[in-house]
């Protein structure tokens, strides 16, 4: 495998050195089938931490220095730095790898057997057996770290993993290719997280492996103030993200909801109780079909230029809410015959019938009517 470590470097002039000589020392004793290299994206460091970097890059020749005028924070520059090296350098592995010496060398022979032997993601693990974090660090720092993991994996629900914000990971390229880069909710320390829950998602096989974190002896820690607000931002905006087509999806069900009660009763005072429920089902699922095509799934809806689309989008869902008719009706019949009837009896049933089957649209919506509908 051809693996790049990506260092970002901002006046690191104190530490680059060391770092890069260590890398080089630990990459002898990776295996000859790997090709190991380095390459460090500077944010125009005034301090002359790339000067540094070209003169190592003479020295052993397999180091690259990528020059970053736009310094728009730790994100940005992994993000286009990793794009580097799956662009012109090839890169069948990506390491994001801290310049001033936190991440110890050491650990990464470990971590590319680890891919080799068929992860697709190694992360060095702070918090699973074997792993630790820096002893000089108070508690209270240590706290924001735990439970800034703890709350991305309840938030996110992937309490299979323990370090979510850890910044020691490899990545093989042929799963970094299929995220979206330039989409990451940060482009500061939280990018981390984002990155994380994303190859999560696409079903990369991800192994942590322990680490012992180890805090900069030399130089300016570089994390920001606002780290945690915007962790946080992260972490809920991909939960809202994901559940968003729920939460619209009940919203156009309550309005639903609200027709449908409203003409049930209406109806039920005219008419046959049964005939009364199913007209206003009818007019509710009327309702709920321009709203979740116009809104919920207006990515992929149904267009009036497409008349015959239209049409048949609306009798596919018509029929995709057969099941939710057959639950709800069941819920009134059956309930008024344990009952008895009575405004207040009639009108909770009905009201638990839409609950049910809302769960039963919901999974229609979403697998059936609008998931086969192309633009």
Not at 21 to 31: A, M, P, R, Y
Not at 100 to 126: C, F, N, Q, W
């Amino acid at each position: 495998m051809k693996i790049i470590i990506i260092i970002p470097t901002y006046n690191e002039k104190a530490n680059i050195a060391n770092t890069i000589d260590n890398l080089e020392t630990i990459f002898k004793k990776i295996s000859s089938k790997h090709q190991m290299s380095i390459l460090v994206i500077d944010d125009s460091s005034p301090d002359g931490t790339g000067d540094i970097v070209k003169a190592k890059g003479k020295q052993y020749g397999n180091i690259e220095l990528l020059p970053n005028k736009e310094k728009k924070g730790l994100g940005a520059a992994y993000i286009k730095a990793m794009k580097y090296a799956m662009e012109k350098l090839n890169a069948d592995v990506v390491f994001e790898y801290d310049a001033d010496g936190s991440h110890k060398p050491e650990y990464i022979p470990g971590m590319v057997e680890t891919l080799a032997k068929g992860a697709d993601v190694v992360v060095g693990s702070r918090y699973v057996p074997g792993g630790s974090m820096p002893d000089d660090w108070g508690i209270h720092r240590k706290l924001i770290s735990y439970f800034g993991n703890f709350t991305a994996r309840s938030v996110l629900w992937t309490w299979q993993y323990k370090d979510m914000t850890s910044g020691f990971r490899g990545t093989k390229t042929k799963f970094l290719k299929k995220v979206n880069l330039d989409n990451l909710l940060s482009k500061q320390f939280a990018y981390k997280i984002h990155l994380y829950y994303a190859l999560h998602k696409l079903g990369a096989k991800i192994k942590e492996y322990p680490i012992a974190f180890i805090d900069r002896s030399k130089g300016k820690s570089k994390f920001p103030r606002n780290n945690i607000i915007d962790s946080l931002r992260v972490v809920f905006t991909l939960r809202f993200k994901e559940n968003e087509k729920l939460i619209k999806v009940m919203i156009v069900g309550g309005i639903g909801t609200v027709v449908q009660m409203v003409f049930f009763n209406i109806f039920r005072l005219k008419m046959h109780l049964s005939l009364a429920q199913n007209l206003a089902i009818e007019l509710a699922i009327v309702s709920n079909f321009i709203l979740n095509n116009i809104w919920t799934f207006k990515d992929h809806k149904f267009s009036l230029k497409e008349l015959t689309k239209l049409i048949t989008g609306f009798i596919k869902f018509n029929l995709a809410s057969i099941g939710s008719i057959i639950i709800q009706n069941l819920v009134l019949l059956g309930g008024i015959k344990l009952l008895g009837r009575s405004f207040i009896i009639e009108n909770t049933l009905v009201l638990t019938g839409i609950l049910i089957g809302l769960i039963w649209n919901y999974l229609m919506y979403t697998r059936i009517v609008w998931k086969t509908h192309k633009k």
